[in-house]
């Protein structure tokens, strides 16, 4: 994804509108694409910095091209590129190696006389003899450090010109989103989808019900969220690939703008933006992840439903992460709290009461409760994983409350 710095928006009207090329208006960046690509595909070996200079050659004669496009350009030819690094941190004795015994010759001149009499070639030749190595060897190896002169070792690319203007259209929505309060989306189909890969990017939001197949989530943008700012702003921006792979929905985001005030940004499926989005993931969080393994298909009599049904409460709907069935019936469901505000887990809390003729139990991070709260029967505590004893004895008392109530 791109960085704020590489974002391209304008304000208009209270609008906000991202950077997007189009056919009508951008048809010759299609040219312009694929030279990209082709430096990259042609540049395995060369530095970082070199390449992106090539880039910005592209560009010389268009007026139409602001810097920061280019240098988002150059943010996502990266992001599908392999630099070579120095994992072993090797490279900063090397250089202080190096310049410790390039000292003697110091001052190096091109052409040497009386009063400084060492030649450059020559002493970068007798230290790289020093060495073992080569002088261009010795060279390379001396910045391997620094970002602008690693060397490019794999660029796996974009399937086509296309593909490439159309990530960067959807990669300028994801930099507009970092500054959002808030995100409204109004979906038609796909639901449990969109509400799956919110969880994915553990997102707080909110599901109510307008009418058969017709729902609103709300969502809490990363300037709303205390804890975690910026990484809850990456993945509210990873969130939107995922949208846009839906059908039937409208999303509506208030941003802020970089002179305090708000603008609105408003997209939906009809506006065709194309996702690259990958398969999903089975799980949400790692939490689940780890909840699910540990748990298995099945124990003592409890079947793990990984998706259960949609419930429904007048206006409000509930999504749980898992549905826990029994053989002699009891069913228990499961709500995993990862972000989090006090807000946010006082409206889950009303949520769940609302639901409260189901069996749920919800489980908070260790970190949201606070100092004296009251931990109520149905509420698992846990740091960084759900342990299966508490579970297990929550899921046990559930049945013995459902026999009693019968």
Not at 71 to 90: E, N, P, W, Y
Not at 201 to 212: C, K, S
Not at 307 to 315: A, F, P, R, T
Request: with cysteine.
């Amino acid at each position: 994804m791109l960085t704020s710095e590489q974002s391209v928006v304008e304000y208009e009207a209270g609008r906000a509108v991202p950077d997007r090329l189009t056919q009508n208006a951008h048809r010759h960046y299609a040219e312009y694409a694929e030279q990209m690509l082709c430096v990259y595909r042609d540049g395995i070996g060369r530095q970082r910095r070199e390449l992106h200079r090539q880039i910005e050659t592209i560009f010389a004669d268009e007026p139409d091209c602001p810097m920061r496009r280019i240098q988002a350009f150059c943010k996502l030819l990266d992001d599908r590129s392999v630099f070579q690094t120095d994992s072993s941190g090797t490279t900063a004795k090397r250089r202080l190696e190096v310049f410790s015994k390039a000292a003697r010759f110091h001052p190096l001149v091109q052409q040497p006389d009386r009063l400084f009499e060492h030649e450059e070639g020559q002493a970068k030749a007798q230290l790289a003899r020093e060495l073992g190595t080569s002088p261009d060897r010795m060279e390379q190896a001396l910045y391997a450090d620094v970002m602008a002169f690693q060397r490019l070792e794999e660029f796996t690319g974009y399937p086509n010109p296309g593909g490439f203007l159309s990530r960067y259209n959807v990669a300028q929505l994801q930099a507009c989103l970092y500054r959002a309060e808030t995100m409204t989306v109004t979906a038609t189909s796909d639901l449990k989808t969109i509400v799956r890969y919110a969880k994915l990017a553990r997102l707080l939001h909110e599901i109510l019900r307008l009418g058969p197949s017709r729902y609103r989530i709300t969502f809490s943008g990363p300037l709303s969220v205390l804890r975690e700012t910026r990484r809850y702003g990456v993945n509210f921006a990873r969130f939107l690939p995922a949208l846009l792979a839906c059908k039937g929905w409208e999303m509506t985001a208030v941003v802020r703008t970089p002179w305090k005030t708000q603008a609105k940004l408003a997209i939906s499926d009809a506006d065709r933006f194309t996702s690259h989005l990958p398969p999903p993931e089975e799980f949400d969080s790692r939490v689940e992840e780890s909840l699910a393994k540990k748990f298995g298909p099945k124990r003592e009599g409890w079947e793990l439903i990984r998706e259960g049904d949609i419930l429904h409460e007048h206006q409000t709907t509930f999504i749980p992460d898992f549905t826990f069935r029994h053989d002699d019936g009891t069913e228990v469901l499961l709500e995993i709290v990862g972000f989090w505000t006090p807000e946010y887990l006082a409206r889950r809390r009303e949520t769940l009461h609302r639901f409260r003729h189901h069996r749920i139990l919800i489980a908070v991070p260790e970190a949201s409760v606070g100092e004296g709260a009251t931990i109520t029967a149905n509420v698992l505590v846990y740091k960084t994983v759900v342990k299966l004893a508490p579970l297990m004895t929550a899921l046990e008392a559930a049945r013995r409350d459902r026999s009693a109530d019968a």
